[in-house]
T-cell receptor, first 114, second 112 residues
Framework: NAGVTQTPKFRILKIGQSMTLQCTQDMNHNYMYWYRQDPGMGLKLIYYSVGAGITDKGEVPNGYNVSRSTTEDFPLRLELAAPSQTSVYFC?????????????FGPGTRLTVL | GEDVEQSLFLSVREGDSSVINCTYTDSSSTYLYWYKQEPGAGLQLLTYIFSNMDMKQDQRLTVLLNKKDKHLSLRIADTQTGDSAIYFCAERPMDSSYKLIFGSGTRLLVRP
């Protein structure tokens, strides 16, 4: 299994541009998540999905959109990029490990908005 | 509200033990987790503890849970330079089984 993969690894955007961050998992997990990590801070939940066709807002959804047309893919869309969206973005999916569920993370996308 | 707090930085000498501390606020949390983030990578689960346990040992890792004080710690024995990373604790609230609340992370630096 490749696990959770994200593309691109790095991106620089100009203010007002749009882009889609891609996330794919091959573990057949229902739950998927998007987080952002600002320097020196923990992870903030942007959006999550409990299965194909179902998405919901997390703590910091403003300025982002998501879709979940398949179990495998959970893209994150940034419309009208702003400098405040400069961050590292992590996608995760939830699956079983031992006696608990846990989240499996992708390697992240480092986004800079200038 | 939900909040998980950690100290920002810890420096230890190679071969010593490291202790990373975490406090959480949700007493109903069912599981508590420790994740490790190496430079340029995503978070990887290191270990976890169920809320009805006081201690869990996994090779060089020991997790201690004090439910009364809502305090969680991760001890790494015989710390190696490869242990240098950021360590996040996270809680899973009982009323939100889908969600994890993460601390801000503790950067561990292991000096040769």
């Amino acid at each position: 299994n490749a696990g959770v993969t994200q593309t691109p690894k790095f991106r620089i955007l100009k203010i007002g541009q749009s882009m889609t961050l891609q996330c794919t998992q091959d573990m057949n997990h229902n739950y998927m998540y998007w987080y952002r990590q600002d320097p020196g801070m923990g992870l903030k939940l942007i959006y999550y999905s409990v299965g194909a066709g179902i998405t919901d807002k997390g703590e910091v959804p403003n300025g982002y959109n998501v879709s979940r047309s398949t179990t495998e893919d959970f893209p994150l869309r940034l419309e009208l990029a702003a400098p405040s969206q400069t961050s590292v973005y992590f996608c995760a999916s939830r699956g079983r490990q031992g006696i608990t569920d846990t989240q499996y993370f992708g390697p992240g996308t480092r986004l800079t908005v200038l | 509200g939900e909040d998980v707090e950690q100290s920002l930085f810890l420096s230890v000498r190679e071969g010593d033990s490291s202790v990373i501390n975490c406090t959480y606020t949700d007493s109903s949390s069912t599981y508590l987790y420790w994740y490790k983030q190496e430079p340029g990578a995503g978070l990887q689960l290191l270990t976890y503890i169920f809320s009805n346990m006081d201690m869990k040992q996994d090779q060089r890792l020991t997790v201690l849970l004090n439910k009364k004080d809502k305090h969680l710690s991760l001890r790494i024995a015989d710390t190696q330079t490869g242990d240098s990373a950021i360590y996040f604790c996270a809680e899973r609230p009982m009323d939100s089984s889908y969600k994890l609340i993460f601390g801000s992370g503790t950067r561990l630096l292991v000096r040769p």
